[in-house]
T-cell receptor
Framework: DAKTTQPTSMDCAEGRAANLPCNHS???????VYWYRQIHSQGPQYIIH???NNETNEMASLIITEDRKSSTLILPHATLRDTAVYYC??????????FGTGTRLTIIP | ETGVTQSPTHLIKTRGQQVTLRCSSQ?????VSWYQQALGQGPQFIFQ???????GRGNFPPRFSGLQFPNYSSELNVNALELDDSALYLC????????????FGSGTRLTVV
């Protein structure tokens, strides 16, 4: 079973920051937080991952709380192409990805 | 670098038949995983291959089997197809031993009639 809880859906205005929350209260010390997104009928796309520290790359930022029980994915300037289902996943190194149902993010023009 | 490629993109089979799906992993990746995604659901892990051996399996029956080849490409075979096997089948490659992300292919859409 997935170890994460995410809102079913969210809307965000184009050009604004999209903040997607994720709860993973049972995460253990060696488990990473991964974010993927899936645009309709395509394979999931890797966004970002982290263990303890906040992370940033060209796509997004990942903010992990100090107790690691929750995290937030931030898309700083959402565009229409960011409309997708976003999956938050906790994973041990070399272990499978266990997907939940994700958050359906809709960017509003 | 090349990404993960899967073939065919779409396939229609009859119940009871057998099917083989193929996957070429991303350059430099040594591990391949397969996932099944039913309509409206998140992907479900089928199994993973490393060094040509299965090293992890999800809750799928034995009629789902696979192979990994020396060049790290992989096949997924499904025997005795059932209607519920209709789904998007995703292949993902990665590097074992690191905290790297998986790279997914675009999938094969299998329809069983």
């Amino acid at each position: 079973d997935a170890k994460t809880t995410q809102p079913t859906s969210m809307d965000c205005a184009e050009g604004r920051a999209a903040n997607l929350p994720c709860n993973h209260s049972t995460i253990s010390g060696n488990e990473y937080v991964y974010w993927y997104r899936q645009i309709h009928s395509q394979g999931p796309q890797y966004i970002i991952h982290g263990l303890k520290n906040n992370e940033t790359n060209e796509m997004a930022s990942l903010i992990i709380t100090e107790d690691r029980k929750s995290s937030t994915l931030i898309l700083p300037h959402a565009t229409l192409r960011d409309t997708a289902v976003y999956y938050c996943i906790v994973r041990e190194t070399d272990e499978k990805l266990t997907f939940g149902t994700g958050t359906r993010l809709t960017i509003i023009p | 670098e090349t990404g993960v490629t899967q073939s065919p993109t779409h396939l229609i089979k009859t119940r009871g038949q057998q099917v083989t799906l193929r996957c070429s992993s991303q350059s430099g990746h040594n591990t391949v995983s397969w996932y099944q995604q039913a309509l409206g659901q998140g992907p479900q892990f089928i199994f993973q291959y490393y060094r040509e051996e299965e090293n992890g399996r999800g809750n799928f029956p034995p009629r789902f089997s696979g192979l990994q080849f020396p060049n790290y490409s992989s096949e997924l075979n499904v025997n005795a197809l059932e209607l519920d096997d209709s789904a998007l089948y995703l292949c993902a490659s990665s590097i074992t031993g690191g905290d790297y992300g998986y790279t997914f292919g675009s999938g094969t859409r299998l329809t069983v009639v």
